[in-house]
């Protein structure tokens, strides 16, 4: 038996083929390293994200997370539901909070569950991967597996919105959390503590449907993190991730500059400091090929 | 009369009223404290993209500003960063009240049409709730093609280096185009939003009525 299990709720952009499934496949190397066993959960939706606001309303919003708990409770039951996308968790975690301060919006949610066949008897647990590997395995066990450190190796942890905001990591400050310093540290490379940026917002949704102002902010975002030297960018959101990985040419057309540097996942470092290959840790999946991370992964194991 | 014309004669000179009984969060509005943090923290503020910040639009909410506030750009200018949320000193939702007011003033029929992020956002919805996943391919694709065809094609091209560099590392399907991702209880997942969407403008009707 694995020594931790949760139910998984993976989300859209993880999915074959889409925005984040580098994420998803560095993730699954990851837990197999840490003995962490995910199931996902079975017939799982979207979460309807922050910007699905304008039609969305409150019950239809909640419902949709609602039935993820349903299915999970039904398929899983007792298992803590963990989310990979910074916006899944976010969702789920307002659904949550809100079912359990409201007996109407329940008993209206139960109602309308109903229509699918489903129900809920208890509130889930809902959990970022973060969370999951800073409270349930802490720095010393991740650390634990650390074959082939990163060293030399300067990256500028980039948090951004909604892995911090409104809810963030227990024990973390808004304006300056420092965890994804820590796991630059713990696998083996170089942090930025004072990269300003960390918690800016990437434009979210604004760098589909109005680019000129979300590219103004990841322009901020990256600036800094070659002014401090940065090699690389670090980021626990699938849509951090995207908007300042993807943009940067479009960026530098607009305002002049060379950008190109790499963002990666939490997950990609740590399968490559695991001893994983570039293809474990997904890294054929970057726009913006991370050299370093590949030179680094094709050099032997320190066992 | 038409829904619009049926608030109006509820809430006659109560503009706070109905944004407190129609809109989520709406009963917030009125701790608003008038210090101007939330406007401060917001990113998009920055960017002389506002008419007007949080602060302002609850302002005008309370002094019964109805058509500004229910016609204006400003709610859809919200990147769902929750930097107000977390620095409001009275622990507003404002990030939740702006997507509220947004929400309604889309459901009357008064937002700006052709807003850009108010487009997006309806799509989105749609997008995700019709198979119960989001089709990343065709959301893309709905955005290009909202001012016609000729403007998509442009928007396409503009796109284009972007959209290779992701087909390349096996992020974009073009595949998804033709199905895609879905849930398998898709009918379920339609069944239980209807059911959603009758009880929560069965309750909002009701506060008209009583």
């Known amino acids: 038996m694995a020594k931790h299990e949760y139910a998984f709720y993976p989300g859209c952009s993880s999915q074959k083929g889409a925005s984040a499934s580098n994420y998803l496949t560095s993730v699954e190397s990851m837990c197999k390293t840490l003995d962490v066993k995910l199931t996902e959960i079975p017939d799982w939706n979207c979460c309807g994200a922050s910007i699905g606001y304008a039609e969305a309303g409150e019950l239809p919003r909640h419902v949709m997370n609602a039935r993820n708990f349903a299915l999970s409770e039904k398929n899983l039951p007792g298992q803590e539901i963990v989310a990979t996308c910074a916006a899944c968790w976010l969702g789920a975690r307002e659904t949550r ?82 965890y994804l310093d820590k796991m630059v540290e713990m696998v083996g490379a170089e942090s930025i503590p004072e990269y300003e940026q960390k918690v800016t917002c990437c434009g979210g949704a604004l760098a589909f449907s109005e680019p000129e102002k979300a590219q103004a902010q990841i322009k901020d975002i990256v600036e800094s993190a070659y002014d401090h030297g940065a090699e690389m960018i670090v980021t626990p959101c699938p849509l951090c991730q995207a908007n300042v990985e993807i943009y940067q040419g479009q960026i530098n057309k607009r305002y002049g500059t060379k950008f190109d540097i790499p963002v990666m996942y939490y997950s990609q470092l740590m399968v490559v400091a695991y001893g994983g290959s570039a293809k474990d840790a997904a890294l054929n999946g970057q726009v913006i090929k991370a050299r370093r991370l590949e030179e680094i992964a094709a050099k032997p194991v320190k066992r | 009369m038409s829904a619009n014309t049926a608030v109006a004669e509820k809430y006659r000179n109560n503009f706070l009223k109905e944004i407190e009984e129609q809109v989520e969060m709406g009963d917030w509005v009125k701790m608003c404290m008038q210090c101007g943090v939330c406007s401060g923290s917001c990113p998009t503020n920055f960017q002389s993209a506002w008419e007007h910040p949080p602060q302002e639009l609850f302002m005008m909410i309370r002094a019964g500003k109805r058509e500004e506030v229910l016609t204006s750009s400003s709610m859809w200018n919200c990147t769902s960063c929750y930097n107000c949320i977390v620095r409001c000193p009275r622990k507003l939702p404002i990030t939740h009240i702006m997507h509220g007011i947004a929400e309604y003033a889309h459901r009357l029929g008064m937002a700006p049409k052709m807003q850009p992020t108010r487009f997006f956002s309806g799509l989105f919805w749609k997008n995700c709730t019709h198979t119960g996943r989001v089709n990343e391919l065709k959301l893309s694709m709905g955005l290009y093609f909202k001012d016609g065809f000729v403007q998509g094609i442009k928007n396409g091209m503009a796109m284009q280096s972007v959209a290779l560099g992701l087909v390349k590392a096996k992020r974009l399907n073009v595949m998804e185009l033709f199905g895609g991702h879905k849930c398998k209880d898709q009918k379920g997942v339609h069944a239980m939003l209807k059911k959603a969407y009758e009880i929560e403008r069965g309750r909002k009707t009701a506060k008209i009525a009583g």
């Open chain 1, 97 to 178: 909070e809100r079912l359990t301060h409201s007996d109407t919006l329940m008993a209206d949610t139960r109602e309308a569950l109903k229509e699918a066949g489903l129900t809920i008897n208890e509130m889930p647990g809902i959990r970022h991967m973060v969370e999951v590997l800073i409270e349930d395995l802490g720095f010393e066990e991740m650390a634990k597996h650390v074959v082939r450190p990163l060293e030399g190796v300067k990256i500028a942890g980039y948090v951004g919105c909604q892995t911090n905001r409104p809810f963030g990591v227990a024990g973390e400050s808004f304006e300056n959390p420092v």
